[in-house]
């Protein structure tokens, strides 16, 4: 957008729209004497304090994604994690898009019958739902491949935990648990939600039916 690498001072407007509390949309659907009030409620603008930012010139491999993506990389994020999964472009771009199916709570690690049972949810017959599993199980690996490179060039990422979190996830619901279990391990030893999430993982569920090799299985 042709911000160049300097300190600024940010402020934020909000333009809020009249609305009657018991319009479409409002809060109520029905005004009556308690709720209503005229249409100007809420209008008028919002505005933020002033927040300093500092731009900075990307170099190394954060300059050669930027270049090659002519100066927005995450709008490509499925190319720039291909090419360049260690620049720090790429971390924001693994946080956006860990998968669908890795979202799902760590316990499901070891529940590959309640997950073939959501999936069932889509319709189809078994032979579809065993597709959308094979291709569920691509994008797993295609994110760990991904998340596992990035990790080692930036393990203090801002939002390195939630990444892990994922490439736990993707691990063990794609026959990897032993390395799941390692990834686990790693986020129990920092702090924040993700951590106590680990620990509490870690301190009362024991693995008892580890995943098939290669994950789930037509």
């Not at 190319?79 to 771009?93: E, N």
């Not at 898009?97 to 073939?116: F, K, Y």
């Not at 199980?137 to 295609?142: F, S, V």
């Not at 939002?159 to 799941?180: D, N, Q």
Request: proline share 7%; with cysteine.
């Amino acid at each position: 957008d042709g911000v160049q690498p300097g300190s600024y001072a940010v402020t934020a407007h909000y333009e809020a729209p009249g609305r009657h509390l018991g319009q479409e949309g409002g809060i109520v659907s029905q005004p009556n004497d308690a709720y209503y009030v005229c249409n100007q409620c809420w209008a008028g603008t919002v505005e933020s304090s002033p927040v300093q930012l500092t731009v900075e010139a990307p170099t190394g491999v954060d300059a050669a994604a930027y270049q090659a993506f002519k100066g927005n990389p995450l709008a490509h994020p499925v190319d720039l994690l291909k090419r360049f999964p260690t620049s720090t472009y790429a971390g924001y771009a693994l946080r956006e898009r860990i998968p669908a199916l890795a979202r799902e709570a760590l316990a499901d690690l070891n529940d590959p019958d309640g997950t073939l049972y959501r999936w069932g949810n889509l319709g189809g017959g078994e032979a579809t739902i065993h597709l959308h599993i094979i291709e569920a199980q691509k994008d797993m690996e295609g994110f760990a491949a991904a998340a596992q490179a990035f990790l080692r060039a930036h393990p203090d990422f801002i939002y390195a935990a939630e990444i892990r979190r994922g490439y736990a996830m993707c691990l063990g619901l794609t026959g990897h648990l032993p390395e799941a279990m390692s990834e686990i391990q790693t986020l129990s030893t920092g702090t924040g939600k993700e951590a106590d999430e680990a620990k509490a993982f870690l301190g009362e569920k024991t693995p008892t039916k580890p995943a098939k090799e290669g994950g789930y299985q037509p």
